[in-house]
């Protein structure tokens, strides 16, 4: 997996930051997470290919998360765009969209769908042969949902010298790397164990944003790869965080601890400080593995190394 | 006045082209023409101060008009805003941004109110002591209209000389700058025309954008200061904007010449060409007094000269 932040900065876009967007790549698969005003500028400036989103998975209702969808569904008109796009977001979000498409007159050639969330239960919305989606409940002042990526099993790796010592037909690799045992011509069984070995690791993504310190999301994104929490506020304004139903960086710390995520990403902070890595300082008092979101910043999961130049 | 533009480039917002939105300062007022994606920003580059903007005039609904205003009205409400914002647009626009502020539980702190036009004959929507604003009714796929702003007279000068020979009273000075006449002790009337010269002329400007060729707009902006005229195309692409009801950049200067303006100002292009510079060397053999719009630049109705670095 690798994960592309174009965005995360609360409240309003501004000249050098911007609101909540994210891309996550699974498989050469691109997955649009939120859409804040500018997106579609911020996926130019990080040369990304606009034909291979499919899909747009909205958190909730709130302008620094979605009032970048509507340039973004019209651009990729303009563009020439066939393919299929499904969005998924709350109860509402069909309405806001269609109303604007109806009386701009500017029905998309393309085939759009939704799926409309209202669950306070976490489910599957989306699953194929490589990924399956689920919601993550939040707790913030409207209806919102985290979204949990998590790659399916990874085929095993064929153990090549164990198959040519064994004279296995390259017909049967599929098989072997799908788990499959193979009968050979004497009929001695060879089980699989023996001629493969574990495929890379699944990986999984937690998005949180924006949500109050929230328990209830922990079995849902227990052993995360990498969760990326909201952490508008410092815990010098606790206060502030609990009224708006925001998160400190210690609570979103205190999260990733509990839930034993391998790695935090921190964003969503509001402008009103000095300088970002005073969240970072905080996370890390409670859990070690935490980085900076930043405008511009990706992260490829297997080294989790940060590609920008903080 | 002083136009300062934000954006004026066709269709999506790009990494250095906006789309449109202006600035009009009449008087220390300023008007708002026009909002797609990312004027937040683009007013926060320009350094325009959002407590200013008052009234907001929206000409179509096409995204590239008007995708940046709920995340606009939003933003005022984020900052504080108290002062009363009113919108003008057209019929659907209230339901468009009522509708989202609704489903975001995010009601203004202000009174936000609108006047939504439906018709197709110019008509004035706002009037105060300084100025007097009409809608152009255009040509394009959705219901359009342009927009005259005129000033209104301004107060005649004093004549100091004169005013220190007959010896009137610092008391009659609004009088008489307002165009009356003073009675002396004595009975003796002074005209106005002894006491006061006359006051700067009233300039007007005239926005029309987006439009196909429409000459049923020349009564109406005649003898304007400014015209913004859309020049989509260049006329070699004449087949292409008679087909999406845009304007070429000999077009927009027949118009110019035919309403017999002072100045036009070109927007509105096609991101298709190499440089705008063809806009105006195409304009320019038709009508003389040609500038250049672009991002940034800003206009002094007086003596119309581009501060940006053109």
Redesign the interface.
């Known amino acids: 997996m690798k994960l592309t932040i174009l965005g995360c900065y609360a409240?309003?876009?501004?000249?050098f930051t911007n609101p909540t967007a994210q891309v996550l790549e699974i498989k050469n698969k691109l997955f649009l997470i939120d859409c804040g005003?500018?997106t579609?500028?911020q996926l130019?400036?990080n040369k990304i290919k606009f034909s291979k989103i499919n899909r747009i998975f909205i958190s909730h209702?709130?302008?620094d998360h979605f009032?970048?969808l509507?340039?973004l569904i019209?651009?990729f008109s303009?563009?020439g765009r066939t393919t299929n796009l499904h969005i998924y977001g709350?109860k509402?979000?069909k309405?806001?969209i269609l109303?604007?498409l109806k009386?701009?007159?500017?029905w998309p050639n393309y085939e759009l769908s939704f799926t409309e969330l209202a669950s306070k239960e976490s489910e599957i919305i989306f699953e194929d042969d490589k990924v399956i989606v689920r919601t993550i409940p939040l707790k913030h002042?409207?209806y919102t949902n985290g979204f949990l990526f998590q790659e399916k099993e990874n085929d095993r790796k064929l153990n090549v010298a164990a198959v040519e010592n064994y004279k296995i037909d390259t017909c049967y690799f599929l098989k072997i790397k799908k788990g499959g045992s193979v009968t050979l011509e004497n009929g001695t069984v060879i089980a699989n164990e023996e001629l493969s070995f574990d495929g890379p690791a699944p990986q999984s993504y937690a998005f949180c944003s924006d949500t109050a310190y929230f328990e209830a999301i922990i079995p849902i994104i227990a052993n995360a790869t990498v969760l990326y929490h909201e952490t508008t506020f410092l815990q010098s304004e606790a206060e502030l965080a609990k009224k708006t139903l925001h998160s400190t960086a210690k609570e979103a710390a205190t999260i990733a601890l509990k839930a034993n995520v391998k790695q935090l990403i921190l964003g969503h902070y509001s402008t009103r400080y000095e300088r970002i890595s005073l969240f970072k300082e905080e996370a890390q008092t409670i859990f070690e593995n935490v980085k900076l979101g930043d405008d511009g910043a990706s992260f490829e999961f297997d080294s989790l190394i940060l590609k920008n130049n903080q």
Chains 1, 2 share one sequence.
Do not use: C, D, W, Y
């Open positions: 409240a309003t876009p501004r000249t005003e500018g579609q500028v130019r400036k209702l709130h302008g009032f970048g509507i340039g019209s651009t303009l563009l709350p509402g979000i309405e806001i109303l604007q009386l701009s007159n500017s002042r409207v």
